[in-house]
């Protein structure tokens, strides 16, 4: 004779396994790559308008801005090429008995199917990227987004500055003196600004 489930058994909540992921495809991952890259070159160019435009005085050019575009989405083509180069090297040497020389990451022969992938993706990211660095229009938009952000760090900065030195006292010589004091305040904020931006540069590139 079965035995009858007991009551906690018989009450136990079904375990309802997870459902099967889908991998996001070669195509989606270049998609992201590129907006990935997209937002660091705005970030490299934005901090380039502020130490060195904004320091220097100089008016903002926009062929130099755009040019300085095209150079940071070469050089993250680049490294993606370089990065396809290792990818794919890994990929034939986990098939082999000896492995990889540099298995730092623990690669076996059943991540063959996933670096493969890894290889293509950066291969036609590095194809995207370069191709990008060609688009007057792609190039102008991340140049005006590093223009728009680089100006509104500024002048957030400035304008915390100003209102914590506002003085709520009456001050006869305040208008006189005025423009002087704000050449002074100007000099000092960029100068801070420009430290601020060198340290996310190194972090960036870290």
């Keep these: 004779m079965a035995e009858k489930p007991s009551g906690e058994a018989r009450f136990a909540p079904r375990v309802v396994p997870p459902a099967p992921t889908r991998p996001i495809s070669i195509e989606r991952?270049?998609?992201e790559g590129v907006l990935i890259a997209s937002a660091a070159v705005v970030m490299e160019v934005k901090n380039l308008i502020i130490v060195d435009a904004i320091r220097?005085?100089?008016t903002f050019d926009v062929n130099t801005?755009?040019?300085?575009?095209?150079h940071e989405l070469r050089g993250l083509a680049e490294e993606n090429e370089s990065s396809?180069?290792?990818?794919?090297?890994l990929s034939v040497d986990v098939q082999t008995?000896?492995?990889?020389?540099?298995?730092?990451?623990?690669?076996q022969v059943d991540d063959h199917p996933t670096l493969t992938k890894r290889g293509i993706i950066h291969v036609m990211l590095a194809a995207e990227l370069e191709r990008l660095s060609e688009d007057p229009?792609?190039?102008a938009e991340l140049a005006e987004r590093a223009r728009v952000q680089a100006w509104a760090e500024v002048g957030g900065a400035i304008e915390s500055r100003l209102l914590e030195s506002?003085?709520?006292?009456?001050d006869p010589s305040y208008e006189a003196e005025k423009p002087a004091r704000l050449r002074?305040?100007?000099d000092i904020n960029l100068r801070a600004l420009e430290r601020q931006a060198k340290r996310r540069a190194r972090r960036s590139h870290s």
């Design 29 to 31: 991952s270049v998609d």
């Design 56 to 58: 220097d005085g100089s």
């Design 65 to 70: 801005v755009t040019a300085a575009v095209r």
């Design 84 to 89: 396809a180069n290792r990818v794919q090297q």
């Design 97 to 107: 008995r000896r492995g990889p020389r540099d298995n730092s990451e623990g690669y």
């Design 137 to 139: 229009a792609f190039l």
């Design 166 to 170: 506002a003085s709520t006292t009456e």
């Design 184 to 186: 002074a305040f100007l």
